[in-house]
């Protein structure tokens, strides 16, 4: 009932910068906490940054001064700005939301949705 579809992944220098972009599409009522994840190869998938549907925020310190989240409650998207990227960030960026969705019946549940990674590399 939910898609997220994200955006922006990519080849970077060091140093560089590089912008992802997700939007939520479907039978939405409302959109909770949205965010992104992240994964690198042979560890643990790992909470990059994340924000309320008040604006509130917060990082992994890793990332923190270098990564900005935003969102626009209007259009449901959520945006990563990475500036200052190191090699260490290389890694599959998912973007997450959560949502309360309409079901058919006239129902309707709370759940997490994912979007289907993008892939983000620095070299060194």
């Known amino acids: 009932q939910v898609q997220l579809v994200e955006s922006g992944g990519g080849l970077v220098q060091a140093g560089g910068s590089l912008r992802l972009s997700c939007a939520a599409s479907g039978s939405i009522i409302s959109i909770h906490a949205m965010g992104w994840h992240r994964q690198a190869p042979g560890k643990e998938r790992e909470l990059v940054a994340v924000?309320?549907?008040?604006?509130?925020?917060n990082y992994l310190d890793s990332v923190k001064g270098r990564f900005t989240i935003s969102r626009d409650n209007a259009k449901n998207t959520v945006t990563l700005q990475m500036n200052g990227l190191k090699p260490e960030d290389t890694a599959v960026y998912y973007c997450?939301?959560?949502?309360?969705?309409?079901?058919?019946?006239?129902?309707?549940?709370?759940?997490?949705?994912w979007g289907q990674g993008t892939q983000v590399t620095v070299s060194k």
């Open positions: 924000i309320t549907s008040g604006g509130n925020t």
């Open positions: 997450y939301a959560d949502v309360a969705a309409h079901l058919s019946g006239g129902y309707s549940r709370r759940d997490d949705y």
